[in-house]
């Protein structure tokens, strides 16, 4: 008889198939349900099934799509039929070489117990199998029941003093002999070592079963990532299948488009122009870096709805004779023309001088670009921050820059060299500049700080304000300095003693961006809305709702007439303020937008991508509807 060999579960009768996992082809444990197909499978079964299967395939009807983790759920009735099932006890059974099977064992036991309850017998069954604890390599396994009337012959007893390093083992009658004469009887070993020992070694065991448990869980959830894995690698594959699809049939639109204004305009009427090789697509880096800009615009140079706006400088992208002017009527809209690649890491702010774009970010750079020229991508890289620049702002003579580093630079417009480093300026990271015609505004955690413009001398601090103040803002007839914090939007003097003028209190959350127009002010906040105030009596007047993630930036076009906002939810809206609805959403980043600026019929976002977008404004033939 082989002792060590383990006997299957042996039922009393022959369970119905319906009890059986259709994966492994043995009952079920753990059977867990599936709600999209109905079908039942051991939950380790279907984990491991899963995690090698791409396909997502149900095992028992190859139904596609069918498999979701999220819905697996333990099917307990048939876990409770499958429980009352009868089995013998695994201890009645031994291997018989005769018939190459288990045969039933008299000597062993014979109870028929409930399959849910046979794993807690066979842990107490007295006729379990149980090594000799003196030694299983010495005695073998024996019975439980057996195992007294063994020990009282045992040829391998242990001395008593053993745990103080004895090795000697026999009979009773030698050990009593040897008790007499053993050498460590007198050792130094006591008592409660001993107990020590035990104690660590049942500790140790079930330290061993913590890890063998832990062991199993953690495969367990690699199983389950390797599914969520493989879902988002198909739901990205049909992401991108749409968009393929998408502008397969945006250019077939065109395309017919082209051809029937071709067919109606055939008496000296303007046909759809040919267009050079590299007008689809264009890039130029500087040399020894990786600054460049990609266009592409090849929809919009042959779309006939464009043609009232869609001829492109060969020198520049912007509509730069009267940038203060704006000539939007809609309909229209904006299209990516371009992206701006050269920083490292999420850029946090954007500003406009003249004919010139900086950009700054987490990589401690400021970036200059040429807006009449930004194929040739970035013009000159400022490297003079440790740590993440999060504000800049631009005065009559000077360029400001700030962040986590704690420290204010000021740099000369025209040259670019630094004049000033205030080192300290804050306790905390500086989240926002404003310059107005004298002063330089920094803000922090519950602290604005003022600033002489041409040598950063400190003038004034406010302090004891709510929280952290995210932004700074001015209106068209600067007479007061708006500062956002949680619960409050508050109203200075831009010139000494700097007092507070009014306050409007909300219950909206953390302000994080702010745009003040000749009729509004308005708000983005952590709450994910916008929300607008009178700007003449601070009364509430509206909210608007279309972002799904924080409103980090937003600013408003020179006629106060639209806005854009850009949210951490990785899009930019564009609103009608006149009507207070969307009229377009931007979606080209791979991440959260972080600032908003406009230039002439430009408009550019920087994003946590790392990378600048740049849309221009186009405007529509009445009729089509933007694509």
């Known amino acids: 008889m082989d002792a060590g060999r383990s006997p299957p579960v042996r039922f009393v009768r022959t369970p119905s198939t319906h009890f059986f996992c259709t994966i492994c082809e043995r009952i079920f444990s753990d059977p867990v349900i599936n709600f999209a197909c109905g079908h039942s499978f051991c939950r380790r079964c279907l984990v491991a099934r899963l995690s090698d299967d791409s396909t997502f395939e149900c095992p028992a009807d ?5 498999v979701d983790q999220r819905n697996l759920v333990v099917n307990r009735s048939l876990q409770d039929q499958i429980n009352d099932l009868d089995v013998y006890c695994s201890f009645g059974w031994k291997w018989s070489e005769d018939v190459n099977d288990f045969v039933q064992d008299q000597d062993g036991c014979l109870e028929v117990l409930k399959f849910g309850c046979h794993a807690a017998h066979e842990k107490t069954c007295s006729s379990a199998w149980v090594a000799c604890p003196n030694g299983k390599e010495k005695c073998g396994l024996l019975r439980r029941k057996n195992i007294e009337q063994h020990l009282s012959s045992c040829q391998y007893r242990c001395c008593p003093y053993h745990s103080s ?15 007499t004469l053993c050498s460590f009887k007198n050792s130094q070993t006591t008592t409660s070592d001993v107990r020590l020992l035990q104690e660590l070694m049942t500790a140790n065991r079930a330290l061993e079963d913590q890890l063998k448990e832990t062991t199993e869980r953690t495969q367990t959830l690699e199983a389950s990532k390797a599914i969520l894995e493989n879902q988002v690698k198909r739901c990205l594959s049909k992401i991108q299948e ?6 397969r049939v945006e250019r077939t639109l065109d395309l017919l488009m082209a051809g029937n204004a071709s067919g109606g305009h055939q008496n000296g009427v303007r046909h759809v122009p040919s267009l050079p090789n590299n007008s689809v697509s264009r890039a130029s880096s500087t040399s020894g870096t990786n600054n460049r800009l990609e266009l592409s615009y090849s929809r919009e140079a042959i779309s006939p709805r464009n043609w009232a706006r869609s001829s492109l400088p060969s020198t520049g992208f912007r509509d730069s004779t009267h940038p203060s002017e704006e000539s939007w009527v809609m309909p229209f809209q904006f299209k990516c023309i371009g992206t701006l690649r050269s920083h490292k890491s999420a850029v946090t702010c954007l500003q406009t001088s003249s004919n010139r774009l900086f950009s700054c970010g987490a990589d401690c750079v400021i970036k200059v670009w040429d807006l009449d020229n930004l194929v040739q ?18 005065g009559d003579k000077f360029l400001y820059s700030a962040g986590e580093d704690l420290v204010i630079k ?3 417009l025209d040259s670019l060299e630094e004049i000033v480093s205030v080192e300290g300026a804050h306790e905390k990271c500086i989240t926002a500049l404003l310059c107005t015609d004298r002063y330089l505004f920094s803000a922090s955690y519950t602290v604005i700080k003022i600033w002489t413009c041409r040598n950063l001398s400190l003038v004034h601090t406010i302090s004891g304000l709510h929280h952290w103040v995210r932004t700074l803002a001015c209106g068209p007839s600067k007479d007061k300095v708006y500062s956002g914090s949680h619960g409050n939007i508050d109203m200075w003097s831009p010139t000494p003693e700097f007092n507070l003028m009014q306050k409007i209190t909300h219950c909206h959350g953390s302000v994080h961006s702010l745009a003040i127009t000749s009729v509004y002010i308005i708000m983005g906040t952590y ?17 608007l709702m279309g972002h799904v993630g924080i409103i980090n930036c937003l600013v408003t076009s020179n006629s106060g007439k639209f806005m854009f906002t850009g949210s951490s939810d990785s899009t930019v809206l564009v609103w009608s303020l006149e009507k207070m609805l969307p009229i377009q959403c931007l979606q080209r980043h791979n991440d959260g937008i972080n600032t908003l600026v406009i230039s002439g019929d430009l408009l550019l976002t920087g994003s946590e991508d790392a990378e600048i977008k740049v849309f221009k404004h186009f405007r529509m033939q009445m009729g089509f509807v933007p694509s």
């Not at 390093?165 to 008790?179: I, K, M, N, R, Y």
């Not at 749409?242 to 502008?247: G, K, N, V, Y």
């Open 62 to 66: 190859s139904v596609a799509d069918s």
């Open 527 to 543: 709450n994910q809305n916008m929300h607008i105030y009178d700007v003449k009596t601070n009364d509430y007047l509206h909210h």
């Open 165 to 179: 390093g004895c090795q000697f083992s026999g009979t009773a009658d030698d050990l009593e002999v040897h008790q």
């Open 410 to 412: 000021s740099y000369h």
């Open 242 to 247: 749409l968009s393929d699809r998408q502008t």
């Open 377 to 394: 991508g970035c013009k000159m890289t400022i490297s003079t921050h440790k740590q993440r620049i999060q504000s800049l702002a631009i």
